[in-house]
């Protein structure tokens, strides 16, 4: 009798934890899409700068006498509010990462919640470094190497292709590149506070290389455009970030004591 009268308490606990955290969560998400709408409203007023500032690699790479042209009727415009808005998102990620770590805190032990201001600074700093690598190191290489089939060394040189480049397909080629490489860059930092409280070691990283690399391709193919090329210039920098995150677990995880080892 008793058991069956706990049963009914435990659901009701249970139902009554799990709407506590849909209510968090609803307010965290509000929170982030107030910051990112302040950020957008802020980013739009300065999108023509914004603009040529992503359009300078994409006019750079560009052979002779080619030019960049607008298609659709409102696709300039849709092109303006697309920029503001992850130019927003950019300029927001502190607040979305300090509300992500506020969401995930009340799992974390009293000593672990002191981390909020490191991760919320390093995130961010490794979010806007994705970004930066993509548009510095990234985009200028990927840019050469399509807008090389309008050149005379171009295998198709036998046919004169001139490279009347749409703005929505660059301009959103780079942004989404730039938004994707900071995503990823933030590898690193999800390594090191996992290790740092323990959860992974260096050792479970190196285990799981393989399926690791086959998960980084597959991510890759979500997060770029359906080309070879393209999916490759994510995934080499990913592999890159994963070996340097296994460092990072080896220097700031865990020491294991000598009778542990034996």
């Not at 706990?6 to 998400?29: C, D």
């Amino acid at each position: 009798m008793s058991d069956a009268a706990e049963e009914p308490v435990k659901e009701e606990g249970f139902l009554h934890s799990f709407m506590g955290h849909l209510e968090e969560l609803r307010s965290r998400i509000v929170k982030c899409a107030i910051a990112i709408i302040i950020a957008f409203a802020f980013c739009y007023h300065f999108s023509g700068p914004i603009f040529a500032f992503v359009a300078a690699p994409i006019v750079k790479a560009m052979p002779p006498g080619s030019q960049l042209t607008m298609i659709d009727l409102t696709e300039a415009f849709m092109l303006e509010m697309k920029i503001a808005l992850i130019a927003g998102i950019l300029l927001a990620s502190p607040v979305i990462f300090y509300q992500l770590w506020k969401f995930i805190s009340p799992a974390l032990h009293k000593n672990e919640k002191a981390y909020v201001w490191q991760f919320v600074v390093a995130a961010t700093f490794f979010f806007l470094l994705g970004a930066w690598f993509c548009y510095a190191l990234v985009l200028p290489w990927g840019l050469q190497f399509f807008l090389s089939y309008a050149t005379p060394e171009s295998p198709m040189a036998g046919v004169k292709i001139a490279a009347n480049v749409s703005i929505k397909s660059a301009v959103s080629l780079a942004m989404q590149f730039s938004l994707a490489m900071g995503v990823v860059f933030e590898l690193p930092v999800v390594v090191y506070f996992l290790a740092r409280m323990g959860v992974i070691t260096h050792k479970t990283l190196s285990s799981i290389r393989g399926v690791a690399i086959v998960v980084i391709f597959i991510v890759a193919a979500i997060l770029t455009p359906p080309d070879v090329m393209s999916q490759m210039m994510m995934a080499i920098p990913l592999i890159i970030l994963y070996e340097f995150s296994i460092l990072v677990a080896r220097v700031f995880g865990p020491r294991v004591e000598p009778e542990e080892a034996e």
